[in-house]
């Protein structure tokens, strides 16, 4: 059964730092491009981060350049955000998302979504 699982959200005091996790299974996690998305109250979902397979390139929101970092550990397939510098206007739920990168090799034909992690900064 294919699973998402993000964990780490929480409350933060502004200038804080968190890490998020997303625990992939039942797929190739080495077949997928990996993202950060987030979606705060009232606005679209948004790209925070992404993690490129084939190259293993990594791609920021200018909003959080600087501030963010995304990883993945292949032998655990597992993707990480770590957040610094927490500012309120980060308060969103974070969703990881896996994409398949290999779509015209036949390999994968699909994504997945986990099903989001709330991070809140505030005083």
């Known amino acids: 059964q294919v699973q998402l699982v993000e964990s780490g959200g929480g409350l933060v005091q502004p200038g804080g730092s968190l890490r998020l996790s997303c625990a992939a299974s039942?797929?190739?996690?080495?077949?997928?491009?990996m993202r950060w998305y987030r979606q705060a109250p009232g606005k679209e979902r948004e790209l925070v981060a992404a993690f490129t397979v084939p190259g293993d390139t990594t791609n920021y929101a200018d909003s959080v350049k600087g501030r963010f970092t995304i990883t993945r550990d292949n032998e655990k397939k597992t993707m990480y955000l770590q957040m610094s510098s927490l500012k309120p206007e980060d308060t969103a739920v974070y969703y990881c998302?896996?994409?398949?990168?290999?779509?015209?090799?036949?390999?994968?034909?699909?994504?997945?979504w986990g099903q989001g992690t709330q991070v809140t900064v505030s005083s």
């Open positions: 039942g797929f190739t996690f080495t077949y997928y491009t």
């Open positions: 998302n896996a994409h398949c990168a290999y779509v015209v090799f036949r390999l994968c034909t699909d994504h997945y």
